[in-house]
């Protein structure tokens, strides 16, 4: 069972925004005493869904949780926002797929970086991106 220590929700509308919100994420994963490349995988992994969610949904919310099972501690991330959604999830979840013609990890590079990934998306409603990334893993 999953248990969350605490909790913090940052909105993330401009650019100006992502920034304060790494910072936070990498606050929330030293407090855990999460190793540096793990720290790392999550702040990129972080950093691609939260560019996303600028770039296809003028930005949304975020909910950062320090989360402990048993003896393991994490971070999870929530990002929600009310964008077009992502019509074909399949597809995004292929790699080499882009619809920004940049050469991002997209959402597949950013699933591999994590512990645990989960996506829902409705189209023209939004979509939610959790993410979880263990301490030791």
């Not at 992502?18 to 929330?28: A, G, Q, T």
């Not at 402990?68 to 994490?74: E, H, I, L, Q, S």
């Not at 998306?121 to 979880?132: D, P």
Request: net charge positive; charged share 30%; no cysteine.
């Amino acid at each position: 069972m999953i248990v969350t220590l605490s909790k913090d929700v940052m909105k993330v509308v401009k650019d100006q925004d992502v920034v304060p919100f790494r910072n936070r994420v990498k606050e929330y994963a030293v407090k855990i005493k999460m190793g540096l490349v793990n720290q790392t995988k999550l702040i990129t992994a972080a950093s691609e869904l939260v560019r996303n969610m600028l770039k296809y949904a003028s930005g949304g919310e975020i909910l950062i949780e320090i989360i402990t099972k048993g003896r393991d501690n994490g971070i999870r991330l929530t990002f929600k926002d009310k964008g077009p959604g992502i019509p074909d999830i399949d597809l995004a979840m292929k790699d080499g797929f882009s619809t920004g013609k940049s050469l991002g990890l997209g959402l597949p590079g950013t699933k591999r970086l994590v512990s645990e990934f989960d996506i829902k998306t409705i189209v023209g409603e939004g979509t939610t991106v959790r993410i979880i990334k263990w301490a030791n893993g």
